[in-house]
């Protein structure tokens, strides 16, 4: 099992010393070294794979600057674009080229000229985001010796080359997705190099029919230039770039470059101690909360059980994974007031309190909101007679918060006094009822200290201030708060996703945009493991791989009974050992700790927006330039100094993190390794073929998601 990382990274392994990649710029051997600007041109024609690359480009924080061919008023490239002289040295203005295709411009284009000469001169590796195979490439003609057509569910790999240089964080396999059968989700061309061309795959797939394997990246080198052909299709949400995203900004910077991309997961249990409502089958609505018109049904809660902790315990060593437990204390006041003083439950967690990570949910779970009339379905606000809004007071929210806070401190829960997750995320806005905050919730969390707060993802993405506290968006699992059990899950599923006509609600229907229908209802006894399972599993691995810290969150009900929680964790878990080495764990951070790396990437993000981040590399030395306070988060090779000490934690076989500026300037001693250049194997040769039709540069189709409806709770 791999080990997995709970605050910052921890140090797993060291850069691959080389790359395959030119130290640096060429130059004669009395001319000054040139500077070499930390950012990466990427020219897109509106494709997705540029506009892939450019998102990955975006989330890591690594500077580009993006040139639209379709936009009549853009710049041209020509050598003063590309390259200038500073302080009378030669300046390199991008550190690596993205475009389209091997050459996007018309023929005999200055501009592709100009772009052939600058990485000649510079030695600027060139990324050619999706092109088709022919011997411009390095690679024979797919047509008649390789293959053109769709790769879905094909499951490729990274050679001993691309482990060995720039895809060395991953364990080998690159699955491509398949998500739907009536939908064409990747297509690709692959083919084996062409005779004479050095030509290396680092990832490759069989050629349907043949003996042989077809490269799907690989990299080309000719007339002093390097280029990483990619020859399938894909956008920025497919799994199989998200698997080589990485690799490709790495071998284009030589591993180099300001940004970091880690894999996250965390995963926040809600209401423990409290018990849950549980779903009405006859009724399809769930007795005891708002969705059940007032006195309809019986309530049938869901609480866990001893077993279920030890059960959690065991799984979290078996993962080396820790949970973080959202907890209301008084569902166990209220346990032992109604048992004569027992709560099993209650003894077994606290006695097992330093397994966990726990966050303040308040005592009671109150809608700390507006005050609800729950007297319709939907509820709404409740008014004042002069039509205003009742809302819950400052003092009512601070008690909820602090009443709780002194439950757990005295049952001796490790707390961080600063995180909350208020019931049901409320007081934050909700619509249509609450389009607003409420008034008193800034002020309230003002007056308890809290730093952090959780707000939910499908309806408040953006990190935004309340009061003292900043919001840590959550993503909802779509396993409901509602379902102990795994028929419940499958027919209150069958009720949101499918139609009028099949017996469901229609909700679906009502809001296609946001929502597909199933094409039949589910089988209550295998539907959950068939169908919701693997969904969720793979939404939840592609926010693991999108380098997004945000932590997920489910309900202690889905931790009793069927403990219908664990097949998806499972699946992330372990979807996600099958596909990384061990050099590059999931990185398992509680509340606070996403909450600061968030707000880090905010400010970076507008400090490089601004034009307030200069950064460069002139032979071993990487200098960067940033206001005073604005942490740095950059990617370097193992052996890199900072002032003669290490810089950085270990990942993916590199360096990264943030370090603070002294006086806004950081500089950074590259390893002398970083020198040496690399002479990967080719593969045999094959022969040529005829020359096929031009690439298809369709976006991907995908599978919309369903609405993540346990998001209510």
């Given amino acids: 099992m791999k080990r997995t990382i709970r605050t910052t990274a921890l140090a797993v392994g060291a850069l691959i010393a080389s790359l395959g990649l030119p130290a640096g710029p060429v ?3 009395d001319a000054p070294a040139p500077r070499v600007d930390l950012r990466v041109l990427v020219v897109t024609d509106g494709g997705p794979a540029t506009d892939a690359i450019a998102a990955e480009l975006e989330t890591a924080g690594t500077p580009y600057t993006e040139v639209d061919l379709r936009d009549t008023g853009r710049p041209v490239i020509d050598a003063g674009f590309l390259a200038d002289t500073v302080d009378g040295q030669p300046r390199a203005r991008f550190q690596a080229v993205v475009l389209p295709n091997d050459n996007p411009f018309p023929a005999n284009s200055g501009e592709m000229a100009a772009l052939a000469s600058y990485e000649q001169t510079y030695a600027i590796p060139q990324v050619d985001a999706y092109t088709y195979a022919r011997p411009e490439v390095g690679l024979q003609y797919a047509v008649g010796t390789g293959y053109a057509g769709s790769v879905d569910g094909v499951r490729a790999e990274v050679t001993q080359a691309g482990l060995a240089g720039p895809f060395g964080y991953l364990d080998g396999a690159v699955p491509f997705e398949d998500n739907s059968p009536t939908v064409g989700e ?83 249990v809600d209401d423990v101690f409290a018990a849950d409502d549980r779903w009405d089958t006859e009724l399809n ?37 820790t949970l973080d437990l959202a907890y209301n204390g008084s569902g166990s006041v209220d346990h032992r007031q109604d048992n004569a003083g027992a709560d099993p439950l209650a003894d077994r967690l606290i006695a097992d309190r330093d397994r966990f990570r726990w966050i303040n949910h308040t005592y009671t779970h109150a809608f700390l909101g507006c005050r ?36 757990g401190e005295g049952v001796g829960l490790p707390l961080e006094n600063d995180e909350l997750v208020t019931g049901e995320h409320s007081g934050l ?39 003292s506290a900043t919001t840590v968006s959550r993503y909802p699992m779509n396993v409901f708060y509602n379902a102990g059990r795994a028929a419940e899950q499958v027919d209150e599923y069958n009720w949101i996703y499918t139609s009028r006509a099949q017996g469901g609600s229609g909700i679906c229907e009502d809001n296609p945009a946001t929502s597909t229908c199933l094409s039949a209802p589910l089988d209550t006894a295998t539907g959950y493991a068939e169908h919701i399972v693997p969904l969720e599993t793979r939404i939840a691995l592609g926010h693991v791989l999108s380098n997004d810290p945000k932590p997920h969150f489910i309900h202690q009900s889905n931790l009793a009974e069927d403990r219908i929680a664990y097949p ?26 996403i909450g600061v790396e968030m707000r880090r990437r905010a400010v970076w993000r507008d400090a490089v927006d601004t034009g307030q981040v200069t950064a460069y590399r002139v032979g071993d030395t990487v200098t960067v330039q940033a206001p005073d306070g604005v942490a740095v988060t950059a990617t370097m090779p193992a052996g890199t100094l900072r002032e003669g000490t290490g810089f950085g934690d ?31 194997a ?26 993540p409806y346990g998001a209510r709770r």
Avoid at 233 to 248: D, E, P, T
Avoid at 454 to 462: E, G, L, M, Y
Avoid at 568 to 593: H, K
Wanted: aromatic residues 8%; charged residues 20%.
């Fill in 27 to 29: 130059h004669a051997a």
């Fill in 186 to 268: 990747s297509y690709a061309y692959l083919s084996t190099p062409a005779p004479g061309a050095d030509f290396v795959p680092y990832v490759q797939a069989a050629i349907p029919g043949r003996a042989t394997k077809g490269s799907l990246v690989g990299e080309y080198r000719h007339d002093g230039r390097r280029e990483l052909v990619v020859t399938f299709v894909y956008n920025q949400h497919q799994q199989q770039f998200r698997l080589l995203a990485r690799g490709i900004v790495e071998w284009m910077t030589g591993g180099i470059h300001l940004g970091a991309d880690r894999n996250y997961f965390a995963v926040h």
């Fill in 285 to 321: 609505c769930t007795p005891g909360d708002v969705d059940c018109p007032p006195g309809e049904g019986t309530p049938n809660p869901i609480r866990m059980v001893p077993a279920d902790v030890d059960h959690a315990t065991a799984w979290q060593d078996s993962r080396d994974f």
């Fill in 372 to 407: 609800q009339d729950v007297s319709v379905v939907p509820w709404k606000c409740a008014t004042n007679p002069d039509g205003s809004t009742q809302w819950m007071s400052r003092n009512e929210i601070a008690d909820e918060i602090a009443t709780n806070r002194v439950w």
């Fill in 429 to 467: 806005k909700v619509t249509p009822q609450q389009p607003e905050d409420n008034p008193n919730l800034g002020p309230a969390l003002t007056d308890t200290g809290i730093a952090w707060l959780a707000s939910d993802n499908s309806r408040d993405p953006v990190q935004r201030r309340v009061g």
């Fill in 568 to 593: 998806v964790l499972d699946g992330v878990l372990e979807g996600y050992d099958d596909l990384f080495a061990d050099s590059t764990p999931v990185v398992n951070l509680r509340m606070e700790d």
């Fill in 650 to 680: 270990a990942y993916a076989g590199a360096l990264s993190g943030w370090t603070a500026t002294a006086g806004g300037t950081l500089a950074l001693a590259l390893p002398s390794s970083t020198a040496v250049d690399g002479d990967p």
């Fill in 682 to 707: 080719t593969l045999p040769d094959d022969t040529a073929g005829p020359t096929p039709t031009a690439p298809p540069t369709r976006v991907p189709a995908g599978v919309t998601e369903p609405v």
